[in-house]
Nanobody, 122 residues
Framework: VQLQASGGGSVQAGGSLKLACVASGRTFTSWHMGWFRQAPGKEREFVASISWSGGSVYYADSVKGRFTISRDNTEDKNTMYLLMNSLKPEDTAVYYC??????????????WGQGTQVTVSS
């Protein structure tokens, strides 16, 4: 699978951004999907994940209630989204989308997209 992330940018604290990750290659519904982020000087961390059907979603505690992960499995979309509201300066990071064969391995996914920069100013 090939993953292409987009939607990053610069916003002020309290603002919103919506990231998108388009998948191509193997059938989109074969994949459990997730978002991760890496801030300068820090390790990459899990942000959110979504099952192949979209029926199960999980969030890191730091983004729970502010971020919403979703996916569109229609053939002309094959896209995962991350709606980020009430952004904080500590959300500043490069955001990566990822794909995994199973829900159990989503925290160590085998496939990564390129990152998209999110910068939140105070």
């Amino acid at each position: 699978v090939q993953l292409q992330a987009s939607g990053g940018g610069s916003v002020q604290a309290g603002g919103s951004l919506k990231l998108a990750c388009v998948a191509s290659g193997r059938t989109f519904t074969s994949w459990h999907m997730g978002w991760f982020r890496q801030a300068p000087g820090k390790e990459r961390e899990f942000v959110a994940s979504i099952s192949w059907s979209g029926g199960s979603v999980y969030y890191a505690d730091s983004v729970k209630g502010r971020f919403t992960i979703s996916r569109d499995n229609t053939e002309d979309k094959n896209t995962m989204y991350l709606l980020m509201n009430s952004l904080k300066p500590e959300d500043t990071a490069v955001y990566y989308c990822a794909a995994s064969h199973t829900a159990a391995t989503i925290h160590a996914p085998g496939y990564w997209g390129q990152g998209t920069q999110v910068t939140v100013s105070s």
